[in-house]
């Protein structure tokens, strides 16, 4: 049973991340969680990355800089107020690497509803719960 088994239903919506540092964040990723850079990121005439793409093994993901003269803004210590729930097929490896990569985990690997769940914060301040398979003895 892997992470895109049908435990998971399709995604409702395509996460849009806004983070203060985005090619920061890009290169997060893809060390963290495995991302591909899909194309090159749009920079804005200031600088700012104003949109990338990211694929994850389980789907796409988009960010961007923040924007606050639009309401844009990335989350702030303690107020993260949406969870990314990211299947995976080893939870173990995938959060010990964004562990490394300075991901703060907020829970440890736990066992329950038949998979491995894990909960961490990346360092741009959004909520990922990593759930994988049970690993077979």
């Known amino acids: 049973m892997g992470a895109t088994d049908e435990a998971f239903p399709s995604p409702g919506a ?5 983070v203060r540092g985005a090619a920061a964040a890009i290169d997060w990723y893809v060390k963290a969680f495995g991302a ?6 749009i920079t804005m005439e200031d600088g700012r990355i104003g949109h990338a793409e990211l694929r994850l093994h389980t789907g796409m993901i988009y ?6 003269e639009m309401g844009l803004t990335a989350p702030e210590a303690g107020a993260t107020s949406v969870s990314l729930m990211l299947p995976v097929d080893d939870t ?8 490394d990569a ?5 829970r440890w690997i ?3 509803y ?8 990346d360092p741009f301040g959004h909520r990922w719960m990593l759930s994988g398979p049970i690993k077979q003895q």
């Open 14 to 18: 395509l996460p849009y991340l806004t």
């Open 36 to 41: 591909q850079l899909v194309g090159e990121p």
């Open 63 to 68: 960010l961007a800089e923040e924007f606050p």
């Open 92 to 99: 173990d490896l995938v959060l010990a690497r964004a562990h």
């Open 102 to 106: 300075g991901g703060r985990v907020e």
């Open 110 to 112: 736990s066992e329950n």
């Open 114 to 121: 038949g998979r491995r769940n894990a909960t961490l914060i």
